[in-house]
């Protein structure tokens, strides 16, 4: 069985509640979704809800009656780690860093990270024949870190992990500690990127952070610039409906739209 993590706090229920609709309309084998969320006590961000959570799960025992999921409120260990930490306010959200600590709680051989800013387009089912037993985990490239900052920088929207290794290496611990001593800009990620020390390359279609095609299993809707007429950054995300539509011209999703319509729209409508 396939084992995926999303992390985040209340506010990326409908990022989180249509990735897990694509997934289940994509990849045909059942699937443990876990679910970690926080509320820190510098943060004003609540945690994902028990009781979201729960609706989310209602809609995945219709459509996949053999997945599962797991929740896991990890508030108090993050708060205990991060309170002196420089990073405790990372530009992003304090939730960015939830993924580090994935493997204190979950036990499987490989688990599957994905962003809430991500949609699945292609079975996640292609993962069982890459072969990650000797890395700590397969990554794909930061579409604009590659050119500005190492050629190798990968982006950690979406990580497939070997679990016994990292655990072995202590990849994750590790990147907590380091944290906890140096402040830097993409926390979690550069972190990741200076201590692992085996990565497997993926190709872009794993964490495609541009347009689809035909093969993307990934899609990540992470911050971008357009080049012309003149250089600006944007940053659409996929529950943004109308700007997918006429921002980025991403119509391959209209079909997870109508789902979470069907099952959400009375919980938290999407942007239109
Ligand atoms: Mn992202």
């Excluded at 506010?11 to 443990?32: D, H, N, Q, W």
């Amino acid at each position: 069985m396939l084992n995926v993590l999303f992390t985040g706090n209340k506010y990326v229920f409908r990022g989180m509640a249509l990735g897990i609709l694509s997934i289940l309309k994509k990849t045909e084998e059942p699937i443990t979704f876990h679910i970690m969320t926080m509320a820190c006590p510098w943060d004003k961000a609540e945690k994902l809800s028990k009781d979201y959570f729960d609706k989310i799960y209602d809609v995945v025992k219709i459509l996949s009656p053999e997945s599962k999921m797991v929740y896991y409120d990890i508030s108090e260990d993050f708060t205990r780690e991060f309170l002196n930490s420089p990073n405790r306010k990372p530009p992003y959200t304090p939730a960015s860093l939830i993924r580090l600590f994935a493997l204190r709680y979950i036990t499987c051989d490989y688990l599957l990270y994905f962003d809430c800013d991500t949609m699945c387009y292609n079975s996640l089912s292609v993962y069982n024949d890459i072969d990650i037993s000797n890395y700590e985990m397969g990554v794909s490239l930061d579409y604009l870190g590659r050119n500005w900052l190492k050629a190798d920088y990968f982006n950690s929207g979406s990580m497939y992990i070997n679990v016994k290794m990292c655990n072995e290496t202590r990849l994750f611990e590790r990147a907590i500690d380091y944290l906890n001593k140096k402040k830097l800009f993409f926390a979690d990620q550069t972190a990741l990127y200076r201590l692992s020390k085996k990565r497997l390359y993926l190709p872009m279609k794993f964490n495609e952070q541009r347009s689809v095609k035909p093969d993307t299993v990934i899609k990540h809707f992470n911050k971008g610039v357009k080049y012309l007429p003149i250089p600006r950054s944007y940053n659409v995300k996929q529950w943004q409906v109308t700007k997918v539509h006429k921002k980025l011209k991403i119509f391959e999703f209209d079909d997870i739209y109508e789902l979470y319509d069907t099952y959400f729209n009375d919980i938290w409508p999407l942007d239109r």
